[in-house]
């Protein structure tokens, strides 16, 4: 597609663009291309609530993100390198056979704990919150009964949150929570449907992205043993790995954006208000950018690879990721001198939009300290 037709209209009239070029131009231009996909499409019928970064256009996009970015900087995402290590060796304890499930036993539960903590809710409820982002990512938007599962389970999610809203209003803490609830935008509270809707976007956006991105690593891993003994070698290679991963399966393959007026990519005319499927996945494995794209080369720079998207909208999370997978791959590196995905398991994947086996079985050997 990138060669043959980088602009393709599907039967919707929706556009999709496949070039890397192309990709990074729209994810930069907000003026043209809005994130605001709920209240364009519906003719401003509907708007997405103000929590949820992903959907606004500045200036409210930067109002709210600014707030939010406090407990995302640098240095206090490196402070929880210590404690993600710790819940990562507790969840392996746990681990009791050779043969295991990785997405069960740590993918999915590693990143929803520490979410959990820096929002200041029980981490004992994460099955809880697996559950409800399991019912989000399994939405079907053309199945009405889906979409209505979906909306009972935002408005569970939003009552289940308020309880910690309003705790946090009355005796504020230094939690994610706490953080916003004491906060203010042009001289006025975050509302509690602000609060809430970022914390629900970060309990989904936040677990999945880290769920699938250790899963993916250890398959990317699993198709060459050679590069998995170089790396197991020289521990160094561990970021490349991790960066590579993300390039070659991004945890979300699309992202949408919709035009506000009449505008061109890559020559084809485009229509204002047309919902534009913008394929990161495409994006990292562009030949114009990427040499042997489909091969896994851990020498190779990934400073243009998109899976975290570009401009304005880039992950605010990214860094968390990267933490939670190196961590992840260390200590499964530590912990077993033979890791292999089961050659017999029928793999299962996520939906369109999400890159990752929604199960990962292992087959591993020990190593002799931790037998």
């Known amino acids: 597609m990138r060669d043959e037709c980088p602009v393709w209209r599907d039967d919707k009239d929706?556009?999709?663009?496949?070039?890397?070029?192309?990709?990074?131009?729209?994810?930069?231009?907000?003026?043209?291309?809005s994130s605001d996909t709920v209240g364009r499409?519906?003719?401003?019928?509907?708007?997405?609530?103000?929590?949820?970064?992903?959907?606004?256009?500045?200036?409210?996009?930067?109002?709210?993100?600014?707030?939010?970015?406090?407990?995302?900087?640098p240095g206090l995402i490196a402070g929880l390198e210590p404690w993600i290590t710790e819940l990562t060796g507790q969840l392996l304890d746990a681990v009791g056979t050779d043969r295991f499930d990785l997405v069960d036993a740590l993918a999915n539960p590693l990143p929803v704990t520490v979410i959990a903590g820096m929002l200041g809710v029980p981490v004992t409820d994460r099955e809880l919150f697996q559950a409800w982002a399991d019912q989000l990512l399994s939405t079907d938007p053309e199945d009405p009964e889906?979409?209505?599962?979906?909306?009972?389970?935002?408005v569970t999610i939003s009552s289940?949150?308020?309880?910690?809203?309003?705790?946090?209003r009355r005796e504020p803490k230094d939690d994610l929570v706490g953080t916003l609830a004491a906060a203010e935008m042009d001289g006025a509270r975050l509302?509690?449907?602000?609060?809430?809707?970022?914390?629900?976007?970060l309990l989904l956006a936040g677990h999945i992205t880290t769920a699938v991105l250790v899963g993916n690593a250890v398959m990317c891993l699993d198709r060459e043993p050679e590069l998995f003994q170089r790396v197991?070698?020289?521990?160094?290679?561990?970021?490349?790995?991790?960066?590579?991963?993300?390039?070659?399966r991004p945890p979300f393959t699309r992202i949408e954006r919709v035009t506000t007026r009449q505008t061109e990519i890559a020559g084809e005319s485009v229509a204002p208000d047309t919902l534009v499927q913008v394929w990161l996945l495409s994006a990292n494995h562009?030949?114009?950018?990427?040499e042997e794209p489909t091969a896994c080369l851990l020498e190779r720079s990934n400073a243009r690879q998109a899976a975290f998207g570009h401009g304005i909208h880039y992950c605010i999370g990214a860094a968390l990721a990267r933490l939670e997978g190196r961590v992840v791959l260390n200590a499964l590196l530590d912990r077993f001198t033979q890791i292999q995905v089961d050659p017999?398991?029928?793999?299962?994947?996520?939906?369109?939009?999400?890159?990752?086996?929604?199960?990962?079985?292992?087959?591993?050997?020990?190593?002799?300290?931790?037998?």
């Open 160 to 168: 289940y949150l308020q309880e910690f809203i309003d705790e946090r």
């Open 191 to 201: 509302t509690d449907e602000d609060i809430s809707s970022f914390s629900t976007l």
């Open 14 to 33: 929706q556009v999709h663009i496949f070039r890397h070029e192309d990709i990074q131009r729209v994810l930069s231009d907000h003026a043209a291309f």
């Open 232 to 248: 197991r070698k020289d521990r160094s290679l561990v970021p490349a790995v991790i960066e590579e991963t993300l390039r070659l």
């Open 146 to 154: 889906s979409v209505r599962r979906t909306e009972e389970t935002a």
């Open 286 to 290: 562009d030949e114009r950018v990427f």
């Open 344 to 371: 017999d398991a029928h793999l299962a994947f996520h939906g369109t939009n999400v890159y990752g086996a929604r199960h990962l079985p292992l087959l591993v050997q020990r190593a002799t300290e931790f037998s």
């Open 41 to 73: 499409m519906s003719g401003g019928e509907r708007q997405a609530p103000r929590g949820t970064l992903l959907l606004l256009d500045p200036p409210l996009h930067g109002k709210m993100r600014r707030q939010i970015s406090r407990v995302f900087t």
